[in-house]
């Protein structure tokens, strides 16, 4: 059973930084693209970014680009979001979601099959 966990979310000034992570059990770790959402007005979950099974690519939502980074660790099952230069608006649960070799650059929600419960991420002004 895929199973993935959230941590590293909390309360952070505006400007500062905090690093997510996302830990995967029962899958084949390297064999995986790992995304990562919030909520997004009238969206649902909207993407933050992404970082590709094979050779760790990744891609970013224009809101972030420049701002976040994204790395995974295979040995240690574990993806990491770095978030610099954090804003009021990047306040929101973050969700970690694992799919099965590649997805786009802008994957939708949809295209995951497995997601973790997500954790807070607050920046005040």
């Known amino acids: 059973q895929v199973q993935l966990v959230e941590?590293?979310?909390?309360l952070v000034q505006a400007g500062g930084s905090l690093r997510l992570s996302c830990a995967?059990?029962?899958?084949t770790f390297s064999h995986y693209s790992v995304g990562w959402f919030?909520?997004?007005p009238g969206k649902g979950r909207g993407f933050v970014g992404i970082i590709q099974w094979s050779g760790g690519t990744t891609a970013f939502a224009d809101s972030v680009k420049g701002r976040f980074t994204?790395?995974?660790v295979n040995a240690q099952n574990t993806v990491y979001l770095k978030m610099n230069s954090l804003r009021p608006e990047d306040?929101?649960?973050y969700f970690c979601a694992a799919r099965l070799y590649g997805a786009s650059r802008n994957p939708r929600p949809a295209d995951f099959g497995s997601w973790g419960q997500g954790t807070q991420v607050t920046?005040?002004?």
Not at 7 to 10: A, D, F
Not at 24 to 27: N, T
């Open 24 to 27: 995967a059990s029962g899958l």
């Open 38 to 40: 919030r909520p997004a």
């Open 91 to 93: 306040t929101a649960v």
């Open 7 to 10: 941590s590293g979310g909390g």
């Open 70 to 72: 994204i790395s995974r």
């Open 123 to 125: 920046v005040s002004s």
